[in-house]
């Protein structure tokens, strides 16, 4: 019998916008599609336990802003970090 695994990883083939926001995770890298028409990538930096909203880490520099579910018409995740169970 094979030892319980300690690690799973979530490959993403192609990015997928995410509908359900309880399949996102902290340094997930992400893409997302603002109800304005904006687009906006980066990394996931913290969740709400509700999963109502999330604040990222916007690439170039650009800082740190908050993505409510209400505000983003499709979320895109590009790149999934390594989790362990």
Same mark, same amino acid.
Request: glycine share 4%; hydrophobic share 35%.
């Given at each position: 019998?094979?030892?319980?695994?300690?690690?799973?990883?979530r490959?993403?083939?192609?990015?997928?916008?995410?509908?359900?926001?309880?399949?996102?995770?902290?340094?997930d890298?992400?893409?997302?599609?603002?109800? #304005? $028409?904006?687009?906006v990538?980066?990394?996931?930096?913290?969740? !709400?336990?509700?999963?109502? /909203?999330?604040?990222?880490? @916007?690439? #170039? $520099?650009?800082?740190?802003?908050?993505?409510?579910?209400?505000? !983003?018409?499709?979320?895109? /995740?590009?790149?999934?970090? @390594?989790?362990k169970?």
């Open positions: 019998m094979r030892p319980p695994s300690t690690s799973v990883i490959r993403v083939t192609s990015p997928q916008p995410v509908p359900d926001w309880s399949k996102l995770a902290r340094d890298t992400v893409t997302v599609l603002r109800s #304005d $028409g904006n687009i990538t980066g990394k996931i930096d913290m969740l !709400a336990v509700d999963r109502s /909203v999330f604040w990222m880490i @916007q690439n #170039d $520099g650009l800082g740190r802003i908050m993505i409510p579910l209400r505000e !983003a018409q499709s979320v895109t /995740v590009s790149k999934t970090r @390594q989790r169970q």
